[in-house]
């Protein structure tokens, strides 16, 4: 199917291949950083040594605190099935039970096309659990989605541990009420924005997942119903309905996104619905009041790789801006279907599996007054003289549920907004500068020539 066709893969499938996919980081760092932040776990890449010292540089930039294992290859090892006994005796030197729980071995894009097959792995050494995944540039989409192909693993795995016997309990024990899992990351203030806003329905927010430790995964199958905050999970999601937990999309996000994921979570969870309507009333005139409080007036355009790109068009449009363009690196998926529905309906173009010149193009032909997006997006505006802002540390780095997130995200949108005349004033002072013959870096001015020097 064309990335551009909008048309919804079927559900518990993921789209592959090398085609038609989106330009985003190597999609392994998903994966990586999903593991990196677990407890007891040890992350062991094989892979092309060129890859492996870029993931590693990615990782500890974003702050990893651990080492990082390397399984490496030649031709002799890669041809003659050596690399996979390369990896199983690195699993087994690593995998001391009084340290890790897990291990997790990731094959990258030459070993994968090669055929090395990790999932032969033992699936338990030294009492460790060992998980052996394929995260390839060329079959995984996005990083956002290597998320999800981790996560889901370990769901599962975990799944078949619960299903044959008792499991461990969380740190601070079981919840004494019903809980809702959250899947995806999000700000650390959002699931406790969450949590406030399901105790009048008699309900807990559970772990998110990814989680930080394995033991959580146990609790976050063990709940009422799974919410997919961000929709790209659909492994993890497979799971959970493997586990007979149901899954409900889009978030809380916005007065109207608030109202329907209240509405379809009592529905899920059996909730009576005077009780849906109480928590209505408490929270919704207060989402209200923060997005009169901090009007949002300007066009914006949104894109992005992290999956939430929807939702904050949603709660943008809730502040008053105009949303000309929402791009996703993302699939659609049935669990985006009530964001996409919504935007449509108020007249707004989704491109899903968007590439960077789409959205670039968007920038060009829109005449944003403000765009929200990758590095290169953010690159190509401000050079247009248009604010612009970095999607993951600028606008994922903030709380977007409930009154919270109204506030906060107006905040740095009207922020961006009022530098428009600061960008003009800079492209004015260096107009030209590091254009055609004066860029680089010249030991004496460089000399005009041809129509230029005809010119002066």
């Excluded at 340290?99 to 090395?116: F, H, R």
């Excluded at 460790?128 to 192909?149: C, M, N, Q, S």
């Excluded at 650390?188 to 399901?198: K, R």
């Excluded at 010149?357 to 060009?364: H, K, N, R, T, Y």
Aim: hydrophobic share 45%.
């Amino acid at each position: 199917m064309p990335a551009d066709s909008g048309g919804c893969s079927n559900a518990g499938e993921r789209e592959r291949g090398p085609h038609d996919q989106p330009q985003t980081m190597c999609p392994a760092f998903g994966a990586l950083r999903v593991g990196l932040r677990m407890r007891r776990t040890a992350m062991v890449l094989v892979g092309s040594g060129c890859c492996v010292y870029g993931l590693s540089f990615t990782a500890h930039f974003y702050g990893a605190r651990r080492s990082i294992g390397y399984v490496p290859f030649d031709s002799e090892s890669l041809v003659s099935g050596r690399l996979f006994e390369d990896a199983r005796e690195a699993v087994l030197k690593l995998a001391d039970p009084d340290k890790l729980d897990t291990i997790v071995a990731i094959n990258l894009c030459v070993p994968t096309a090669s055929g090395a097959p990790l999932r032969l792995l033992p699936k338990e050494l030294n009492g460790v659990r060992i998980l052996g995944i394929d995260v390839p540039g060329f079959g995984t989409p996005t990083h956002a989605e290597a998320k999800d192909v981790l996560a889901g693993a370990m769901l599962q795995y975990a799944r078949l541990e619960a299903e044959q016997g008792p499991v461990q309990a969380p740190r601070g024990g079981r919840s004494e009420r019903p809980t809702v899992t959250l899947l995806g990351e999000m700000f650390p203030a959002d699931p406790v924005g969450i949590g406030m806003m399901l105790d009048p329905l008699g309900l807990a927010v559970g772990p998110v997942v990814p989680t930080r430790e394995w033991r959580e995964l146990y609790a976050a199958l063990d709940c009422a119903a799974a919410a997919a905050i961000h929709p790209q999970y659909q492994a993890s999601a497979r799971e959970f309905a493997a586990a007979g937990r149901p899954v409900v999309g889009s978030a809380p996000v916005g007065r109207d996104g608030t109202a329907a994921w209240l509405d379809a979570i009592g529905q899920a969870c059996g909730i009576a619905q005077d009780k849906v309507d109480a928590a209505k009333n408490k929270f919704l005139p207060a989402i209200g009041g923060a997005l009169a409080a901090m009007p949002i007036k300007g066009r914006v355009i949104v894109s992005g790789y992290e999956g939430s790109e929807l939702l904050v068009a949603r709660l943008l449009i809730e502040s008053g801006a105009i949303v000309p363009y929402v791009g996703t690196a993302c699939p659609r998926t049935p669990w985006n279907e009530a964001d996409l529905a919504w935007l449509e309906e108020r007249g707004v173009p989704v491109q899903f599996r968007a590439s960077l010149e789409q959205d670039l193009a968007a920038v060009e032909s829109l005449e944003p007054d403000l765009a929200i997006g990758t590095t290169p997006v953010v690159q190509a505006a401000k050079e247009r003289q248009i604010p612009a802002l970095y999607f993951t540390n600028l606008i994922s780095a903030r709380p977007l549920m409930g009154p919270a997130g109204a506030g906060s995200l107006a905040q740095v949108i009207n922020a961006a907004l009022a530098n428009k005349e600061r960008f003009a004033t800079m492209r004015a002072f260096f107009e030209g500068v590091g254009e055609g013959e004066t860029s680089g870096v010249w030991p004496v001015m460089p000399v005009k020539r041809g129509a230029a020097a005809k010119a002066v």
